[in-house]
């Protein structure tokens, strides 16, 4: 089925371009973005459950903005009323004059831009979704939740609590300008079981998600993940520490996404460039991986939680080479940091909530696949580790280093797996050295969009990455 389009927005689009009419007569450029998306979040463990008619992108609202002079301003509101858009106009031209007049009186020269363009464009997109989260069987739901808590404790051994999650939203969006009227409808849904183990004062936690651009059918296949945390928390439970050193290293799909994102992810969201905080800029057109590195990142180079048809500025939504054989070919951009530096933009704008403001923000990043087998890849180590599993990771966009803390390695000598594991890796470097030393990259490729990702300590939204097998060289401690 198509997810429909909200009723909501389309019964207010008339005053809402009633009310760019009336905001032209004021302003050189007025755009709309309204948002009506809604959902669920089920926690279920054996302590507590938990039902919420909200996930991090549900919302209701509108955001207006303008510009005028070389300068832009933005009013937010979630309350209007079409029949009277002047009583709208007339509220938010007060907060929107107030925040041109400060601008201008401070002089904010970075902030001095184009008028963004305004080419006439129509579309309106229903995508392919099973079901609906707003007409989804809670009960049923709980109910499947419970029982896969429940066969966790059953089956796990020294088990404290197992907990299953399940998490859907229907987002609709409508962007409007003088010339432009774009809609679009999707759902997402991502889920996962954790499992909390115990052995002789050691406690343990493995987690195993699934995501995609689905309804809540997703999560008939939540069970199936299942086999993996339990499997998985045992070995942390045995798990020895890390000698740090550096060493052959190969990164599953999900590390590799980790990677991907945290080198390639916010060291070339351009707004960046504006504001000379990231050195990916410098190295625009130069060697950055070697040549068995090349990754995409945009909306359309996969399927999963974050892939959209146009980003929260009206912009269709891209596939970018970020990097081809090893050469940074370019970054990502939202439209008004393009404007600024004289280039596109790439349907990388994105909002927290349609009262943040919008910055560069990555949608999927995903290393691309090569032509070698894991099995290959185990074989030439003759001591190293097979890197699983992600808890989180950072990155200086200033300088480029990067952290990674991944869930455990397996280790490998003589090119076999010798059952031993070490728990937790904490993977350091410089993204070039890093990426420079990828020598085998795998046929097949992996996506993942639990979570999500803020940019520093806050505005945080769904993003997705992923690749294939890599071998690298890399300092784990």
């Given at each position: 089925m198509l997810a429909p389009f909200s009723p909501y927005l389309t019964g207010i689009a008339p005053g809402l371009k009633a009310l760019i009419r009336l905001l032209s007569a004021r302003y050189d450029y007025v755009s709309v973005l309204s948002t009506d998306s809604v959902g669920f979040g089920v926690r279920i463990s054996q302590r507590a459950k938990s039902v919420e008619n909200r996930t991090m992108t549900t919302e209701r609202g509108t955001v207006v903005r303008v510009y005028?002079?070389?300068?832009?301003?933005?009013a937010a509101f979630n309350h209007f009323d079409p029949a009277r858009p002047e009583d709208t106009a007339r509220e938010i031209t007060r907060e929107l004059d107030s925040q041109l007049a400060?601008?201008?009186?401070?002089?904010?020269?970075?902030?001095?831009?184009?008028?963004?363009?305004?080419?006439?464009?129509?579309?309106?997109?229903?995508?392919?979704?099973?079901?609906?989260?707003?007409?989804?069987?809670?009960?049923?739901?709980?109910?499947?939740?419970?029982?896969?808590?429940?066969?966790?404790?059953?089956?796990?051994?020294?088990?404290?609590?197992?907990?299953?999650?399940?998490q859907s939203t229907h987002i609709c969006k409508l962007f409007l300008t003088e010339n432009r009227d774009l809609r679009q409808s999707y759902v997402y849904s991502e889920g996962g079981v954790a499992c909390v183990a115990s052995r002789d004062g050691r406690t343990e936690m493995s987690h195993e998600g699934i995501s995609g651009r689905e309804g809540p059918e997703l999560f008939d296949r939540l069970s199936g993940t299942l086999d993996e945390a339990l499997r998985s928390v045992q070995e942390l439970l045995g798990a020895e520490r890390a000698v740090p050193g550096e060493y052959d290293i190969i990164t599953a799909p999900d590390v590799t996404g980790l990677i991907a994102h945290e080198a390639f992810g916010h060291g070339v969201e351009m707004d960046m460039f504006v504001k000379r905080r990231a050195?990916?800029?410098?190295?625009?057109?130069?060697?950055?991986?070697s040549d068995r590195v090349t990754m995409h990142e945009g909306a359309l180079c996969a399927v999963d939680v974050t892939s959209y048809a146009f980003d929260d500025e009206g912009t269709p939504a891209g596939d970018v080479t970020e990097i081809k054989n090893g050469i940074l070919q370019t970054g990502i951009c939202d439209a008004l940091s393009a404007l600024r530096l004289k280039t596109v933009p790439t349907g990388n704008?994105?909002?927290?909530?349609?009262?943040?403001?919008?910055?560069?923000?990555?949608?999927?990043?995903?290393?691309?696949?090569?032509?070698?087998?894991?099995?290959?890849?185990?074989?030439?180590?003759?001591?190293?580790?097979?890197?699983?599993?992600?808890?989180s990771g950072m990155e200086d966009p200033k300088h480029w280093g990067i952290q990674c803390i991944i869930e455990k390695g397996y280790?490998?000598?003589?090119?076999?797996?010798?059952?031993?594991?070490?728990?937790?890796?904490?993977?350091?470097?410089?993204?070039?050295?890093?990426?420079?030393?990828?020598?085998?990259?795998?046929?097949?490729?992996?996506?993942?969009?639990?979570?999500?990702?803020?940019?520093?300590?806050?505005?945080?939204?769904?993003?997705?990455?992923?690749?294939?097998?890599?071998?690298a060289r890399g300092r784990l401690g």
């Open positions: 005028k002079d070389g300068l832009y301003s933005e400060l601008l201008r009186d401070r002089q904010i020269a970075p902030y001095e831009t184009d008028r963004l363009p305004d080419e006439p464009q129509t579309l309106f997109i229903e995508m392919e979704t099973g079901r609906l989260p707003e007409q989804e069987d809670m009960g049923r739901l709980i109910d499947a939740l419970s029982a896969i808590s429940d066969e966790g404790m059953k089956r796990g051994e020294n088990m404290l609590d197992c907990t299953a999650t399940a050195l990916g800029a410098e190295y625009l057109g130069k060697r950055v991986g704008g994105k909002r927290e909530n349609f009262e943040h403001k919008v910055y560069t923000r990555m949608t999927n990043t995903l290393f691309d696949s090569g032509t070698d087998t894991l099995e290959d890849m185990i074989a030439s180590i003759q001591h190293g580790y097979l890197l699983k599993g992600i808890a280790e490998i000598r003589d090119g076999k797996l010798t059952g031993k594991v070490i728990a937790p890796v904490v993977m350091t470097g410089y993204v070039p050295d890093l990426l420079g030393s990828v020598s085998m990259v795998s046929g097949d490729r992996g996506v993942f969009g639990n979570g999500g990702c803020g940019k520093g300590h806050k505005e945080w939204v769904k993003v997705a990455d992923g690749g294939p097998y890599l071998k």
